[in-house]
Antibody, heavy 121, light 111 residues
Framework: QVQLQESGPGLVRPSDTLSLTCAVS?????????WGWIRQPPGKGLEWIGY???????HYNASLKSRVSMSVDASKNQFSLKLDSVTAVDTAVYYC??????????????WGQGALVTVSS | QSVLTQPPSVSGAPGQRVTISCTGT?????????VHWYQQFPGTAPKLLIY???NRPSGVPDRFSGSRSGTSASLTITGLQAEDEADYFC???????????FGGGTKLTVL
């Protein structure tokens, strides 16, 4: 079955770059799906960060666009997230997820378990 | 501020029926983009519960149902069980943002 697993540092200093990787198993990142990142601040709701296609095409949340970058490594069957110049408001659980192909607005059908990233000095 | 509006909390006794609303605008639900629902237990990742307004992925009990009308959607749980106590989020694409948007989430308490 499809499984996703986030990995990366759990603590990032303010003004540094947050870097996370999502390893995919049971499915190829080169298949016809978009791959997304969503975050959830402690006790709050879900915020879409962006998604990437295996070709490298990306779409980012406008509010984060100037600080976000995503990439795909098909040889390792994984995709990654970088968020620059982080502050305390970027503290959240970060989820990677697969988007299902869907005509009238896609949805996330498989999620990683989440990675808590705390921004603190 | 969430793209879609949900009540912060709902509650019901075991066996009862509860409905969670999800209100959008003319740029998301009202623009005929479908609504999807997720269930999240504390400390775990969201799980897809309903997709395409009313479709259940394999393994989701038929006690869960969804509907959409106009600029709103609803998730209904019948025969409420203690194990249904969780947070529920709706999601739909928003054309003005060119992005998927989520509701703020609703905490379901089983009394």
């Amino acid at each position: 079955q499809v499984q996703l697993q986030e990995s990366g540092p759990g603590l990032v200093r303010p003004s540094d770059t947050l870097s996370l990787t999502c390893a995919v198993s049971g499915y190829s990142v080169s298949s016809s799906n978009w791959w997304g990142w969503i975050r959830q601040p402690p006790g709050k709701g879900l915020e879409w960060i962006g998604y990437i296609y295996y070709t490298g095409t990306t779409h980012y949340n406008a509010s984060l666009k100037s600080r976000v970058s995503m990439s795909v490594d098909a040889s390792k069957n994984q995709f990654s997230l970088k968020l620059d110049s982080v502050t305390a408001v970027d503290t959240a659980v970060y989820y990677c997820a697969r988007m299902a192909p869907y005509t009238f607005g896609s949805y996330f059908d498989h999620w990683g378990q989440g990675a808590l990233v705390t921004v603190s000095s | 501020q969430s793209v879609l509006t949900q009540p912060p909390s709902v509650s019901g006794a075991p066996g009862q029926r509860v409905t969670i609303s999800c209100t959008g605008t003319s740029s998301n639900i009202g623009a005929n983009y479908d609504v999807h629902w997720y269930q999240q237990f504390p400390g775990t990742a969201p799980k897809l519960l309903i997709y395409g307004n009313k479709n259940r992925p394999s393994g989701v009990p038929d006690r869960f149902s969804g509907s959409r009308s106009g600029t709103s959607a609803s998730l209904t749980i019948t025969g409420l069980q203690a194990e249904d106590e969780a947070d529920y989020f709706c999601q739909a694409y928003d054309s003005s943002l060119s992005a998927p948007g989520f509701g703020g989430g609703t905490k379901l308490t089983v009394l």
